[in-house]
């Protein structure tokens, strides 16, 4: 466990990195240009389409990718937690309303609540949708060293909003490690035990808050030992990113291709 973990279920940034520089596979040997946009295709396929078994094959192949990577895959199911949360949390209410046959039924004084098959479904193509970008995201960052990757991204978008992510991504590991930090103090001090819930978010609330206020310190100390160094608000990345290969062309048309008929053999553009 990296210094910087605060939990299981929190993507670790340390250990992200470190698999990204340790990578020896043809994953890694992949160029990130071609990664980056399969990333983009990706997206706009899932937006498209909500056929569920599309999608569980997509899915499939991105994890059958990880495994061959030879990524932590047992750590990357556990990053799910958030996705999951997030997509259920907003999806919850919604599920309970879609039209279908009735599943579950819970009485309720006036109405009762009635989940359908196609609230299910809903669920389902909307939790796959999650994991499909958060799995092939994780091995895009776990798979291109950073170096390339700040590369990557200096040379997309226009300065200042390069300089804002490679600064931010490089102050995270900072704010991280401080947040891990106070949260092992806290529990040390027999914060980790649960009490009730008002007196947790309190002290977990006051913990975040107190990280927030030295981050804006530390940032301010960062700055300062950069501009003693030379920094003058650019930050260059001047590593060399190589060209696709034929192959990599090859399967960038196919993704291209696999969009184009999506979109044009699904009725409704977006599905859900």
């Known amino acids: 466990m990296s210094s910087s973990m605060i939990s299981d279920h929190i993507p670790d940034i340390d250990l992200i990195t470190s698999c990204a520089e340790r990578q ?20 706009l396929l899932i937006t498209i389409s909500s056929d569920i078994r599309m999608l569980a094959v997509l899915y499939a192949l991105i994890l059958a990718a990880c495994f061959l990577a030879a990524l932590p895959v047992k750590k990357i199911v556990a990053w799910y937690t958030m996705p999951v949360i997030f997509v259920i949390s907003l999806v919850g209410i919604m599920a309970w309303t879609q039209p279908g046959v009735p599943v579950l039924s819970i009485p309720l004084p006036g109405f009762a609540l009635t989940l359908t098959d196609q609230g299910i479904l809903l669920v389902g193509i909307l939790l796959l949708k999650a994991l499909i970008v ?39 590991f900072l704010t991280m490690a401080m947040a891990a930090a106070m949260l092992k103090a806290v529990r040390s001090r027999g914060g980790g035990v649960i009490r009730s819930i008002r007196m947790q978010g309190h002290l977990f609330g006051e913990v975040f808050g107190l990280v927030f206020i030295r981050s804006f310190e530390q940032a301010e ?17 001047s590593t060399t990113i190589r060209k696709p290969r034929p192959a990599e062309y090859a399967v960038m048309g196919i993704a291209a291709l696999a969009v184009v008929a999506t979109f044009v053999i699904t009725p409704h553009a977006g599905g859900w």
């Open 134 to 172: 958060v799995t092939y995201s994780l091995f895009f960052l776990m798979t291109t060293k950073y170096a390339q990757f700040s590369a990557l991204i200096s040379r997309i978008f226009p300065s200042p909003l390069d300089q804002i992510f490679l600064l931010a991504y490089r102050f995270l």
């Open 221 to 237: 100390r960062v700055e300062k030992a950069m501009t003693s160094r030379g920094y003058n608000g650019t930050y260059t990345a």
């Open 24 to 43: 020896d596979t043809v994953f890694s040997r992949v160029s990130p240009w071609t990664k980056g946009i399969l990333l983009v295709l990706i997206v």
